[in-house]
């Protein structure tokens, strides 16, 4: 007797839709409850032994004695995972907040054929208004928003794409396995059906399109935690990093790598520790001042999201602290492996500071701009590293983030 295995096919798929759904949460109900204390108390830590590890600082790069070789992080003798911005490059963003957004934003920005990005279709019109070119207030040519609820354009894109971007700004919140067994799917995405305008397949690592998968994870050593920083995250804070999830982390580690593996695709683990800013700076100063040099100088980087927008959505005073940060905090520091530490008994000031000098920040536009560039390199493939910050009000230069991968990956 034959059985007919379509009814289970459907419910299956139906299922993969709801986690999808419920994956790519809402970046406003995000917000809307990220700065309220949680109703329990998370405390637990956890404590591993700490690395010594050369920091590589953006304020502090000497550009004449580079000339460090970067050595090649992965393992393996496949062919390069590189993908290169192209016209036929494909790059695909899950994951819930404001991070997968501005990720997406970026890979557009920095020139790849496609840059598509996951999205409950309740939320279509907050994420478009976060994605719009300022200048024009449309999209991107290059710029897809996918509906969760569009399953075969996901499917078809999964097929195609040559990397995916992995995020969630939510301190607590981890990608449950079978999302991300559904989205790394060897059936999904080994299927090269589906070519470029070419007539290529973008298939340049064995058999399959997907190259990369570029996961944001957290500083999981446990360095600069404690009793301080959990009482931050209740009183100041509630997306403070308090180390209180970590073993959920490290299974969703394993869990990505594991998945790579099946599919024949390399992977990059990015760490952050309380994810701040993300936003363009101040338009109106850029816009309103004088000469092109005082512009200059108000630091306005419309690559990230749009400010009167975000600053509007996560303010909580009369000033937005997120505002503040992103003025202030434009540095960027990479270390490799799990070793950047929290902010111990500063933790009080540091959950809302804005003046860079803490450990244990990130910002949102410094670990986006290091997972859309990781894409870049042989060097990031297979490993992990973390974001952390830097006082200064300018973004890094193309130079400097080479020279900062150079020195991060380079033989000690």
């Given at each position: 007797m034959t059985t007919n295995t379509r009814p289970r096919r459907i419910t299956a798929a139906l299922r993969n839709v709801s986690l999808l759904l419920l994956l790519c949460e809402s970046p406003q109900q995000h917000f809307a409850n990220a700065f309220s204390p949680p109703a329990t108390t998370l405390v637990s830590t956890l404590s591993r032994s700490s690395r010594t590890q050369r920091i590589c600082s953006s304020s502090s790069l000497n550009m004449a004695s580079s000339t460090t070789t970067a050595a090649a992080a992965s393992t393996t003798?496949?062919?390069?995972?590189?993908?290169?911005?192209?016209?036929?490059?494909?790059?695909?963003?899950?994951?819930?907040?404001?991070?997968?957004?501005?990720?997406?934003?970026?890979?557009?920005?920095?020139?790849?054929?496609?840059?598509?990005?996951?999205?409950?279709?309740?939320?279509?019109?907050?994420?478009?208004?976060?994605?719009?070119?300022?200048?024009?207030?449309?999209?991107?040519?290059?710029?897809?928003?996918?509906?969760?609820?569009?399953?075969?354009?996901?499917?078809?894109?999964?097929?195609?794409s040559n990397a995916l971007f992995i995020a969630t700004d939510d301190a607590e919140r981890v990608m449950d396995p079978n999302v991300i067994n559904y989205l790394l799917d060897p059936t999904m995405v080994n299927n090269n059906n589906n070519?470029?305008?070419?007539?290529?397949?973008?298939?340049?690592?064995?058999?399959?399109?997907?190259?990369?998968?570029?996961?944001?994870?957290?500083?999981?050593?446990?360095?600069?935690?404690?009793?301080?920083?959990?009482?931050?995250?209740?009183?100041?804070?509630?997306?403070?990093?308090?180390?209180?999830?970590?073993?959920?982390?490290?299974?969703?580690?394993?869990?990505?790598?594991?998945?790579?593996?099946?599919?024949?695709?390399?992977w990059t683990i990015v760490r952050a520790g309380t994810l701040k800013g993300g936003a363009s700076g101040d338009r109106t100063a850029a816009t309103t001042s004088s000469t092109d040099a005082d512009a200059a100088n108000n630091y306005y980087y419309p690559q990230y999201l749009p400010g009167e927008i975000y600053y509007d959505m996560t303010k909580s005073d009369i000033i937005s602290w997120q505002f503040l940060f992103d003025i202030n905090v434009r540095g960027v520091k990479l270390q490799k492996g799990d070793v950047l530490p929290g902010p111990g008994m500063k933790a009080?000031?540091?959950?809302?500071?804005?003046?860079?000098?803490?450990?244990?920040?990130?910002?949102?536009?410094?670990?986006?701009?290091?997972?859309?560039?990781?894409?870049?390199?042989?060097?990031t493939a297979n490993v992990d590293f973390g974001v952390g910050t830097e006082k200064s009000r300018r973004v890094p230069s193309e130079e400097e983030w080479m020279t900062m991968f150079q020195q991060c990956f380079s033989s000690v």
């Open positions: 003798t496949k062919t390069s995972s590189i993908v290169l911005p192209s016209e036929s490059s494909i790059v695909g963003t899950v994951g819930s907040g404001y991070l997968p957004i501005l990720l997406a934003k970026l890979a557009s920005h920095r020139g790849h054929g496609k840059s598509w990005i996951l999205c409950p279709d309740a939320d279509a019109n907050v994420m478009n208004q976060l994605l719009e070119e300022q200048s024009t207030t449309l999209l991107p040519e290059n710029l897809e928003i996918v509906l969760a609820s569009n399953t075969p354009r996901i499917t078809e894109l999964l097929s195609q070519s470029n305008n070419n007539g290529d397949t973008n298939n340049n690592n064995g058999n399959i399109n997907m190259k990369r998968i570029v996961a944001m994870s957290r500083n999981l050593n446990g360095s600069g935690m404690g009793f301080f920083v959990s009482a931050s995250k209740r009183a100041a804070n509630a997306q403070v990093w308090d180390n209180s999830n970590a073993e959920a982390l490290a299974a969703y580690e394993t869990n990505i790598k594991e998945a790579c593996s099946k599919i024949g695709a390399d009080v000031f540091a959950a809302i500071g804005s003046d860079g000098s803490y450990d244990g920040d990130t910002s949102r536009a410094g670990i986006a701009e290091a997972m859309v560039r990781s894409l870049e390199m042989d060097m």
